[in-house]
């Protein structure tokens, strides 16, 4: 009779935090560990322990209550190494882990050079149609002089290198303007004339 699966599959593939650290020499300090989720990346994603501290086994051992432990890392993920190392606990018992060794290290951890550069963001973008021909009536009512209207963007301050905004008299590489020609093919934007002057 063959087996029957039942629940969600995972893609997991190795041991438990715990198993690697608790079965190694001083907890395993200063080796290497590798999640195989992250091994899909081309540029290499690793763990180098720095501290270890063991929690306490739980009363009751089962699937939805396994021993986990607390680790500091120093992660690199896709290339890149966070600034500050950070603390694993919530998914220390995740089979997902695998102690690379001693020999193995040093060609896995060889950094590749990132090829895409970073996106380049704009400081200002076009107002949304309709406010600005409110804009400009506005302006045209008041008699003050018609100048091009731009709306300044604002960022989220978390910037974790996955962008820049760009300098003064930089060209961005990423553009939120709306580009007539780029429009979908529906209903809703059928006989609208844009029209840059005004």
Not at 26 to 40: D, K, T
Not at 111 to 121: D, F, H, R
Not at 171 to 187: G, Q
Request: aromatic letters at 10%.
């Amino acid at each position: 009779m063959p087996y029957k699966y039942i629940g969600r599959r995972t893609d997991f593939r190795g041991k438990t935090l715990w198993e690697i650290v608790g079965n190694l020499k001083n907890f395993g300090i200063g080796r290497i560990v590798v999640r195989s989720r992250f091994e899909r990346y081309q540029e290499p994603s690793y763990l180098k322990i720095v501290k270890v501290e063991p929690l306490p086994c739980p009363e009751v051992q089962n699937m939805d209550n396994q021993r986990k432990v607390r680790v500091l890392v120093e992660k690199t993920f896709r290339g890149k190494t966070f600034p500050n190392p950070i603390t694993i606990e919530s998914a220390s018992y995740k089979t997902d882990y695998r102690l690379l060794s001693t020999d193995e290290e040093k060609a896995y951890c060889k950094m590749v050079e990132l090829k895409s550069e970073l996106p380049i963001y704009p400081k200002t973008m076009d107002f949304p149609p309709l406010l600005k021909e409110l804009l400009i009536k506005e302006k045209k009512a008041k008699g003050e002089v018609l100048e091009e209207l731009k709306l300044d963007v604002v960022y989220q301050k978390k910037n974790n290198g996955t962008y820049r905004i760009a300098n003064e008299g930089e060209e961005p590489t990423i553009s939120f303007n709306v580009n007539p020609e780029k429009l979908p093919d529906i209903s809703l934007y059928k006989n609208i004339k844009f029209s840059t002057e005004h």
